[in-house]
């Protein structure tokens, strides 16, 4: 035993290793990324672990491994589940023999995301049941459950942490982590083959199962009740622990239950709950999962308890809570006359905002782009990467972007309906292979004039620098088979292709040139390492040639270049010496700094 400060996604981590766990997939986004990441850190040796190419074929590797009688983890963000949701939903009625727990980290606010899904719409959706850790260390614990659980039950299992509780930090004492499952292997069952009439057969099972597992979890240890009153709160997830310490600062002992799993809801706990209570009040981020079954128990009893949360307008459906804004409602609840502080004034900053590090390639691709279709009417796609960031001005070649591997396409629609103009879909390395390929076969499929830029940076940039089968690494520190980009655009039927290096913008611009020239549809494949992956050299600066025409300002918008006392100024702890400043002034008036 010792005594650690570690973040939440560290100590679902060691939880995992605790519990035993075998196999853990997963694909990286944030807030979820570190969890395997700190499985592989800390893995005693005996763990595979792996980055799937996407979230779909994550969950299913883990389900095979879960067959054999693994212990498996699968880790992913709550729009990756959306990609895994085909897989779910039929491993729902077939189930698992190995404890099997879906992590997916949702994100309120949200800080870095498409949407502010809630995931635990997907584990009603799919029947399965879902634990809410309040704490990092509840979430050490919790997740040891999850695996008992999913085994007792024969069902994966959803564990869903939020930002709050993925990235704040806490204080553990952490148990040797000895234990190891040992799976027995697979045993051939018609139970794996799912068929329509097994189908039907297991959904009767299934929601026969929910009923058990609701009563399962009115005795479950991370659902419990304390206080007395005629008021009460029912509270889930982080808003739990702001309202523990709103009660604590109020000096209220009302009655509270807390809900660790919300899903299957323990109706006989929350019955439990409601009785002698004139009213209630519900705390829980994001969608009113929790409010929509005490509504449910309050219909089918016949109970004239009012329940008060999102739906009364008493809480708000967007946004992440917070302790300021859990103080004020359950002042107001409890009708106390008590001022709740503002959070502190965040002090003004300058004016940032997001923008391509300095002397990233994916600048020069947009920049090579833009050139070469000057004066042409076209419509950019983008996708889900760093590369979302060409939006900004003054650039600004990011005209549309939905979700992974749909900038292709989306521009074979927009082609379809406006064929008279130009059609650019950019994608960067990793999501080329999350779900990039697909988007490609169907334009040659049915031969849509559109021209895919493909930003290949030799890494997943955009969450920590992650190997994907492009980089010939694997999470296991193994070199691996380095799957080739360009064949494997070869091989999906695509007839023009070209390469170049983005930092050479003459053959950047004459490649882009020959494939939007091309009927039908094209590839580009810009080569060149993000900087994360390479050392500052070739520092540029600016010379007396200078005749302050901003070119270099005005159109690259390089954070590295600024105007200081009417001058143009490289700040050169930022340079990276991509030289595409350099490249396009007219003046001559860039070039390596002297050393």
Known sequence: MYKKVIMGNEAIALGAIKAGVNFVSGYPGTPSTEVLESIAENNPGEIYVEWSVNEK???????????????????????????????????????????????????????????????????????????????????????????????????????RPTTRICHSCSTLEIPELSERHKPEGFVKDPRWVIFPSLSYRKHVQLEELQTKISDIFSDFPYNKLTGSGNKGIAASGIAYAYVKDVLTSLDKDIKLMKIGTPYPFPKKLGIEFIDGLDEILIFEELDPVIEESFLELKALNEYKIGVLGKKTGHLPYAGEYSYELVKGAVSKFLGIDTEVKKPLPTPELPVRPPVLCAGCPHRASFYAVKTALKNQKAVFSGDIGCYTLGNAKPLDMVDTCLCMGAGITIAQGLQRIEPDVKHIAFIGDSTFFHTGIPGIINAVYNNT??????????????????????????????ISEKIDIYSMVKACGVKQISKANPLNQKEAVDAVKENISYNGPSVVIFEAPCIALQKQTNIQAVNESCNLCKKCIREIGCPGMSIIEGKVVIEQSLCYGCTLCSQICSADAIGGAEK
């Open 449 to 478: 004039d559109i021209t895919v830029v493909i930003l290949d940076n030799s890494t997943t940039a955009m969450t920590g620098n992650q190997p994907h089968p492009g980089t010939g690494k694997t999470m296991m520190k193994n």
């Open 57 to 159: 074929v994550a969950l299913e590797v883990a389900a095979g491994a879960a067959y054999a009688g693994a212990r498996s983890l699968v880790t992913m963000k709550q729009v990756g589940l959306n990609v895994a949701s085909d897989p779910l939903m039929s491993l729902s009625y077939i189930g698992i023999k190995g404890g099997m727990v879906v992590l997916v980290a949702d994100d309120p606010g949200p800080f870095s995301s498409q949407t502010e899904q809630d995931t635990r719409h997907f584990a009603r959706f799919s029947n399965l049941p879902v634990f809410d850790p309040s704490s990092p260390e509840e979430a050490f614990e919790m997740i040891q459950s999850a695996f008992e659980h999913s085994e007792q039950v024969g069902l994966p299992v959803f564990f």
